[in-house]
T-cell receptor
Framework: EAGVAQSPRYKIIEKRQSVAFWCNPISGHATLYWYQQILGQGPKLLIQFQNNGVVDDSQLPKDRFSAERLKGVDSTLKIQPAKLEDSAVYLC???????????FGSGTRLTVV | GEDVEQSLFLSVREGDSSVINCTYTDSSSTYLYWYKQEPGAGLQLLTYIFSNMDMKQDQRLTVLLNKKDKHLSLRIADTQTGDSAIYFCAEITPENNAGNMLTFGGGTRLMVKP
């Protein structure tokens, strides 16, 4: 089966600019997650969708981050305006349930200068 | 602080066994996972263990779970240079009215010397 697709792979922006990331999960996976992985740390959950509804966004900095999952398939994560501390890899994952957990995409590496 | 803790670094010689350790705090964890991350890549699921099991073996990988001490370990037998990567321990904790949420440790960087 095709994996979780993310784009772009890399993005460099200046602080205060906007950026958007895209994720296409594995077909049929109802649950989609966005994680932020700062260099040298483990991934931290930003938001979790079940179909097109938000299940958990308690860790999402809502003053600058937003995410949507229209039609319960693809998802976009947006940052506006970006700060230097947003430099990280943004990982998307999807899950169809069961013990095998999640399948992760390769991530988008964001550098804010 | 972290709910899942790991040591930062481990160095072994090729052919030796590697043991990566992890401690977690949530006793309601249902599944515990080991993921591998190579440079510039996403997270690859290596293996997982259900919380009512003590041990799971999968080829060169052995997972040991001590539920009383909330301690999880990953043993890699006959470690190869291709095993050099960052290894993340993670737990799934059931959340009310939510899907299962995966919580990661900070990762252990394994370096394998030829």
């Amino acid at each position: 089966e095709a994996g979780v697709a993310q784009s772009p792979r890399y993005k460099i922006i200046e602080k205060r600019q906007s950026v958007a990331f895209w994720c296409n999960p594995i077909s049929g996976h109802a649950t989609l997650y966005w994680y932020q992985q700062i260099l040298g740390q483990g991934p931290k959950l930003l938001i979790q969708f079940q179909n097109n509804g938000v299940v958990d966004d308690s860790q999402l900095p809502k003053d600058r981050f937003s995410a949507e999952r229209l039609k319960g398939v693809d998802s976009t994560l947006k940052i506006q305006p970006a700060k230097l501390e947003d430099s990280a890899v943004y990982l998307c994952a999807s899950s169809g349930g069961g013990a095998r957990g999640y399948t992760f995409g390769s991530g988008t590496r964001l550098t804010v200068v | 602080g972290e709910d899942v803790e790991q040591s930062l670094f481990l160095s072994v010689r090729e052919g030796d066994s590697s043991v990566i350790n992890c401690t977690y705090t949530d006793s309601s964890s249902t599944y515990l996972y080991w993921y591998k991350q190579e440079p510039g890549a996403g997270l690859q699921l290596l293996t997982y263990i259900f919380s009512n099991m003590d041990m799971k073996q999968d080829q060169r990988l052995t997972v040991l779970l001590n539920k009383k001490d909330k301690h999880l370990s990953l043993r890699i037998a006959d470690t190869q240079t291709g095993d050099s990567a960052i290894y993340f321990c993670a737990e799934i904790t059931p959340e009310n009215n939510a899907g299962n949420m995966l919580t990661f440790g900070g990762g252990t960087r394994l370096m394998v010397k030829p």
